[in-house]
């Protein structure tokens, strides 16, 4: 596609329930991130993947969240057992290569009520 | 762990006004820092990557520099579209792909 994708745009949820963030990188991406941005911050690393492989989820918070992206494209992120606390903007971003510019998608802002 | 401080938090500007904002980072080890302009409502937009110190870009009325502790983005003339957020990025060289922000720089150019 043109740019990353991520659906759903907005995503209202009960506090306890489980949700799932969709991202679709650029084509031929290598590289892709997940990200929470809190408003007036920077974004927050959560997690890395190379193709597959998840690299890096040093940000992820706790258990309740997790990522993956099973043939190197499309990712998710799932986030279990939802909390206020949960309540963001989460933000993807792919890449050519690890170390070079991340194009970002528009994000999904996700409530918990 | 990684740290990154951008100044000042918020900089307001006459149109033609030039200033610079600053990015103090402190990592084990530099891969590269990045600047990226963060519309509100947008997602961040890459601007410049920087690798070693002593390494310039320039883009239109921007010019990032390196310093092997500190990044400044020149604005030179600035217009009010360039009013935006700009956030500064590290990446370590440790065996990890994380990226740190700053919680950026919201510059507001008024005609």
């Known amino acids: 596609g043109a740019g990353v994708s991520q659906s759903p745009r907005y995503k209202v949820t009960k506090r306890g329930q489980d949700v799932a963030l969709r991202c679709d990188p650029i084509s031929g991406h290598v590289s892709l991130y997940w990200y929470r941005q809190a408003l007036g911050q920077g974004p927050e690393f959560l997690t890395y993947?190379?193709?597959?492989?998840?690299?890096?989820k040093s940000g992820l918070p706790n258990d309740r969240f997790s990522a993956e992206r099973p043939e190197g494209s499309i990712s998710t992120l799932t986030i279990q057992r939802t909390e206020q606390r949960d309540s963001a903007m989460y933000r993807c971003a792919s890449s050519p290569t690890s170390n070079t510019e991340a194009f970002f998608g528009q994000g999904t802002r996700l409530t918990v009520v | 762990e990684d740290q990154v401080t951008q100044s000042p938090e918020a900089l307001r500007l006459q149109e033609g006004e030039s200033s610079s904002l600053n990015c103090s980072y402190t990592?084990?080890?530099?891969?590269?820092l990045f600047w990226y302009r963060q519309d509100p409502g947008k997602g961040p937009e890459f601007l410049f990557t920087?690798?070693?110190a002593g390494e310039e870009k320039e883009k239109e009325r921007l010019k990032a520099t390196l310093t092997k502790k500190e990044s400044f983005l020149h604005i030179t003339a600035p217009k009010p579209e360039d009013s935006a957020t700009y956030l500064c990025a590290v990446h370590d060289s440790g065996g990890y792909q994380k990226v740190t922000f700053g919680t950026g720089t919201k510059l507001q150019v008024i005609p």
């Open positions: 993947f190379n193709y597959e492989a998840q690299q890096d």
């Open positions: 920087l690798y070693s």
């Open positions: 990592v084990s080890g530099l891969r590269g």
